[in-house]
């Protein structure tokens, strides 16, 4: 194997890795993903090593070596890491590592190259690469990762639920490298799965995140949680998402699948975008309907409220995921928005409404559009393709108005030390209130945007009770 395929100077870099390993007399061995990436012709911009001896010192030797920068150490883990160019080079100490049954933590003990090819979590990252100048490019494959990567395969090296059990975190990678590569979750895996499933309580909420959107950044992410739902991990790690899953029928009205729609909503999204916070936000938006749901006799089931319902759920839902603020500023409005370009659909619609969702989601009204294009999953394709064709004409009318109205950013022409110079009046509510009026006076078309238009608007209302 020549690993240089999807690293430019990769090859160097082995090579040289290997000279230093040999004048340290320390066995060193690229490992894992970059192996398994290697063989499947994946780029990668990441090198794993195992070293069969001190790991952190050795990566000091190599960092000197290949002049490299961005060092990152960490001493009780026996793990260090550098940066060549753009390439993250991690040098790790041979080791095992598992649980205790209530520990949040793993224990880590030294050993030899088998032993910590035997600790890791699938066969298809259990390959180690030889770099010795005698046998470079020798794969070890103890466990048959190459034969599983040819069959696409997803299987612990040893029994599965013992691997589960010593790291929880590995059920959620499961997961994750279904996701990751297309590939299947043998079943004696997936059963391990389920039966281990309440391990992950031991787990740290931040690295439990931490795999929620390595699972997201995917450009398929729903297989991993429809995995997650499968074998019931998501109603360990992410309760709210399984109270959508399943169809009610009453008389002849049923619901479609709620889950199945937001992860089709989820892949449609992740298909065009690759920001987390709006690939968040579509497997969120509708996490309000089943706190909602009625059925209404004459008319079907029913979903009123929703949006702002989810926003409910969020207040919580985001604080408890440990993920950033800003998360829950982003999901909020795009969730709390989602139903109203729907609502801008037909030839009644005023330019009002169509200023006023410009204004509303400012910034974010081209997220907006695609989370709302994307949450078209009827099985219908002719049903899809005229809502594609409504949401066209919806987007072309905003593009109307706003290019009229110059809503970006929008705010009063009239600034508030203008309308207190004006009136005579000191800072306070009423300043506020002269504000609103003007801007509702452009929302609602009676005035253009313009500054001169709203100072002459302010001298008509400026004498009115406020």
């Not at 931490?210 to 949680?225: D, T, Y």
Request: proline fraction near 5%; charged fraction near 30%.
């Amino acid at each position: 194997m020549k690993p240089a395929a999807s690293i430019p100077d990769s090859e160097c870099i082995l090579r040289r890795i290997g000279r230093l390993s040999e004048q340290k007399n320390l066995p060193v061995y690229a490992v894992g993903g970059f192996v398994r990436d290697q063989l499947m012709g994946l780029k990668t911009s990441e090198i794993d090593f195992v070293v069969v001896g001190d790991g952190p010192d050795f990566a000091q030797e190599a960092r000197n070596l290949l002049k490299g920068h961005g060092w990152i150490v960490y001493p009780k883990f026996g793990t260090a890491s550098f940066l060549v160019k753009d390439i993250r080079l991690e040098f790790v100490t041979a080791r095992s590592e598992s649980y205790r049954d209530h520990s949040r933590k793993p224990d880590i003990a030294p050993t030899d190259l088998a032993g910590d090819l035997s600790r890791r979590d699938f066969t298809i990252n259990t390959l180690a690469l030889s770099l010795s100048e005698s046998e470079f490019g020798r794969i070890h494959d103890p466990f048959g990762g190459q034969k599983d990567i040819r069959k696409r395969l997803i299987r612990t090296p040893r029994d599965p639920a013992e691997t589960f059990s010593e790291d929880p975190l590995r059920i959620m990678r499961a997961a994750r490298f279904a996701s990751q590569l297309g590939f299947q979750i043998h079943k004696d895996a997936l059963a391990a799965m389920e039966s281990e499933r309440e391990r992950l309580r031991i787990v740290s909420q931040e690295r439990i995140t931490a795999e929620l959107l390595k699972i997201l950044s995917h450009s398929r992410p729903g297989v991993g949680f429809r995995v997650l739902q499968k074998t019931g991990v998501l109603g360990v790690i992410f309760p709210e998402l399984t109270e959508m899953v399943g169809v009610e029928q009453r008389d002849t009205h049923h619901h479609k699948d709620v889950f199945d729609h937001t992860l089709k909503v989820l892949d449609n999204v992740s298909a065009v975008s690759d920001d987390m916070r709006l690939r968040f936000t579509a497997l969120v938006h509708d996490i309000g309907k089943p706190r909602v749901k009625r059925f209404v006799e004459g008319t079907g089931w029913t979903f009123h409220g929703h949006e702002l319902a989810g926003v409910k759920m969020l207040r919580h839902i985001v604080p408890r995921l440990r993920l950033p603020a800003e998360y829950f500023r982003y999901a909020r409005e795009l969730t709390r928005l989602h139903m109203r370009p729907i609502q801008l659909i037909g030839e009644e619609v005023t330019d009002s409404a169509v200023r006023r969702l410009l204004v509303d989601a400012d910034d974010k009204i081209g997220d907006l559009m695609i989370l709302c294009r994307a949450d078209i999953t009827s099985g219908n394709p002719k049903r899809v393709e005229t809502h594609l064709r409504n949401f066209d004409e919806v987007h072309r009318r905003m593009q109307e108005v706003e290019e009229k109205d110059r809503l970006r950013a929008f705010q009063s022409p009239v600034r508030g030390d203008e309308i207190m110079r004006l009136l005579g009046i000191p800072p306070g509510p009423r300043v506020g209130r002269f504000k609103k009026q003007i801007e509702e006076a452009i929302l609602e078309g009676i005035i253009p945007n313009d500054h001169d238009a709203a100072f002459e608007y302010l001298l008509r209302i400026k004498d009115q009770k406020s």
